[in-house]
């Protein structure tokens, strides 16, 4: 790719559910490793690696996420029968930050 060893390109995501904030290129390069996963209610890989992101979050590692043309209800569904390792969830509506 083009971007390896590039800065993370600017964006700034509203929050996909209340009470639980979004997520901005500003909240990552605080010099603390983070992992910002991409996922989606209907992804069925999501499914499939949500256990392996819970048991990074168990042992201490901060993660993040992009909710990608999603709609709220469907991801609070989705976090409620697989988990939630999410410390803030970007709404990406039309798939713009996954790009």
Same mark, same amino acid.
Request: no cysteine.
């Given at each position: 790719s083009k971007l390896v060893g590039q800065p993370m390109p600017a964006f700034a995501l509203q929050p996909m559910l209340d009470g639980r904030p979004g997520l901005a290129s500003t909240d990552l390069g605080k010099g603390e490793p983070r992992v910002v996963n991409l996922f989606a209610s209907w992804c069925v890989p999501c499914i499939a690696e949500a256990?392996?992101?819970?048991?990074?979050? /168990? /042992?201490g590692v901060p993660i993040d996420a992009i909710a990608l043309r999603d709609r709220p209800e469907d991801v609070q569904r989705f976090l409620a029968d697989h988990g939630d390792p999410f410390a803030r969830i970007g709404n990406d509506p039309?798939?713009?930050a996954q790009i």
């Open positions: 256990p392996t992101l819970l048991e990074l979050e /168990r /042992r039309v798939g713009e």
